[in-house]
């Protein structure tokens, strides 16, 4: 899943920064000027939501997309309580994916930075 939605976002122009683990991904945005987060609702070593949570106590604004399998209001509910703006249904289409990133960057101000 990780590598598929890197490999959607950098056909379209987007550099990416991949973490395997919910630990790697928030020292990446602790590291790193990163645009956009896209996290997986499961991830370990500890989830999506616990992840968002994690980088606003850091008090990072950071734009937040969660992919996940579920949907149910509850994770509506809990999404937008922990600053994640939006989330898609897996499996991700590609022009969904790209559309929900050019939009959270839009919402921020931010021009996207494609590769060259």
């Given at each position: 899943?990780?590598?598929y939605?890197?490999a959607?976002?950098q056909?379209a ?6 973490a ?14 990163v ?18 949570r994690?980088v ?6 950071l734009p ?14 809990e ?9 898609l249904?897996?499996p ?9 990133v050019k939009?959270s960057l ?5 021009k ?5």
């Open positions: 899943s990780r590598q939605l890197s959607t976002m056909a122009g987007f550099r990416t920064i991949q395997i683990d919910g630990g790697s991904a928030l020292k990446v945005v602790m590291e790193h000027d645009a956009v987060a896209i996290i997986d609702h499961f991830m370990a070593p500890f989830g999506g939501l616990d992840f968002a994690k606003q106590d850091a008090g990072k604004k937040m997309i969660m992919v996940t399998n579920e949907e149910t209001t509850d994770l509506l509910i999404t937008s309580r922990h600053g994640i703006g939006r989330y249904r897996k991700v289409e590609p022009n969904r994916l790209v559309e929900a939009r839009r919402e921020v101000d931010i996207p930075t494609l590769r060259k």
